[in-house]
């Protein structure tokens, strides 16, 4: 297939997964959320990640929506079918059985993506990070039966917090952890870069990929997934971004250690379609 039709076969399949993930983002507490396919076939550069054949009606359901604070918590969850079946049986896909994005809705900082572990009854474990008085979003990533589907809920942690601050200001260069990540998307492409004192740094494959993008969108928490095409420096194609503030988180290893990027970026009317949200926070 000659590029520029693989490009417009891939625009025109992201606009229509965006669309779902919108759908999925808007539900505050889903009872059936449909999955969102936010993988375009062929669209990252990885084959193996193919369109599936249908989109199963899932739901994340917590086993506790209210849960007391602090830096390891375990939180319990079952993906379930419309019947309110766990699901029991995963495909592996990038490396794990089952994405959980757990994101803090106070400012769109705390951002954490973690590997549950499951028992035999359908159930997820995670341990996470949970501050005082706030509210998360959980995003379910995962694929059953050749299907990808993404199942959202919220929960909430007692205690007091301070007011949240702001959303960041939108950036292209962010540092974490000694390292300076930078995000250039002037072309329609997302390329990031990482340097250290100045110096290119070597990125080493985590998950299966040199990289994972995942883009937020600030007003209703829509979400989407993406991994870089085939190259020696991440780019992700993300296209069909409706105008409005997102956040993007670009999760990363360097010598050995898993980093989190977090941006802010706007999307409007004169910015080209095909530009990226990147985020730059610590893991």
Do not use: C
């Not at 009872?31 to 739901?59: I, L, N």
């Not at 309110?84 to 495909?91: E, I, L, M, Q, R």
């Amino acid at each position: 297939m000659s590029t520029p039709v693989r490009v417009a076969a891939f625009l025109s399949g992201l606009v229509a997964v965006f669309v779902l993930a919108l759908a999925v983002g808007r539900m505050v507490d889903p009872g059936t959320a449909p999955a969102a396919q936010h993988e375009a076939a062929g669209g990252h550069g990885h084959p193996e990640a193919a369109a599936p054949t249908a989109t199963p009606a899932v739901h994340l359901a917590l086993a506790a929506r209210s849960l007391v604070p602090a830096n390891d918590v375990p939180v319990s969850f079952q993906v379930q079918d419309q019947d309110g079946h766990a699901v029991t049986a995963y495909d592996v896909k990038h490396e794990k059985d089952l994405h959980l994005i757990v994101l803090g809705t106070r400012g769109l900082t705390d951002y954490q993506h973690v590997h549950p572990t499951l028992a035999a009854d359908g159930t997820w474990t995670a341990r996470v990070r949970l501050e005082p008085g706030t509210s998360y979003r959980l995003y379910a990533d995962g694929s059953t039966g050749g299907s990808d589907f993404v199942a959202t809920a919220d929960l909430f942690t007692v205690g007091g917090h301070p007011a949240p601050g702001p959303v960041p200001e939108p950036a292209t260069r962010a540092r974490v952890a000694g390292l300076s990540v930078a995000l250039d998307d002037s072309d329609g492409t997302a390329r990031v870069s990482v340097s250290r004192g100045g110096a290119p740094v070597t990125l080493q494959p985590y998950l299966g990929a040199l990289g994972h993008l995942v883009v937020i969108r600030v007003d209703d928490l829509a979400y989407l997934h993406v991994h870089p095409e085939d190259g020696p420096r991440p780019t992700f194609m993300v296209a069909g971004l409706a105008p409005g503030r997102y956040r993007y988180f670009f999760d990363f290893q360097v010598d050995g250690v898993v980093h989190t990027a977090a941006f802010t970026r706007d999307v409007g009317t004169g910015m080209p379609m095909g530009s990226e949200e990147h985020s730059d926070d610590n893991h």
